[in-house]
């Protein structure tokens, strides 16, 4: 089952927090001092904040699966749709464990598909990829735009 994935970059965590467990009617199921997610099944969605440094408004939109076939087939229908892939494998990113695959739309959206295996005590790596698909080193969030 694809669950759909929002990530916001956001400047007061704790007042977007108030605001996204009252709009959900619930609190966080992962909160860290930089970051929050709610794993909800009304919508199906992995809704994360995150307050690191970067520029307010959506950061990336995504589409998490169940498992590593999942996420073949989903590489493989964002390669057919031609634009450039960058896939990471057993990637640490916003508290997770995860094999993922990026793209940008058309319009520069960056799109992030992925498949998490296992918990982190750390946030991530600081990878950052941009249009086209292309890893940059940066210090500002392991799956930022």
């Keep these: 089952m694809k669950r759909l994935h929002v990530a916001l970059a956001v400047d007061d965590l704790e007042q977007s927090i108030r605001f996204y467990s009252t709009l959900f009617n619930s609190a966080p199921t992962t909160r860290k001092p930089d970051y929050a997610k709610w794993m909800l099944d009304d919508p199906k969605v992995n809704f994360s904040i995150a307050a690191r440094g970067g520029k307010a408004g959506v950061d990336h939109l995504g589409i998490q699966v169940d498992d590593d076939g999942e996420l073949g087939e989903m590489s493989q229908r964002l390669e057919q749709a031609g634009q450039p ?52 080193e940066t210090k500002q969030a392991c799956c930022s735009t």
Excluded: M
């Design 85 to 136: 892939l960058f896939k990471q494998q057993e990637t640490t990113c916003c508290y997770a464990r995860s094999n993922k695959a990026w793209v940008h739309d058309p319009q520069g959206v960056p799109w992030e598909t992925f498949h998490t295996f296992d918990t982190s005590d750390v946030y991530g790596e600081d990878v950052r990829v941009t249009a086209p698909a292309t890893p940059v």
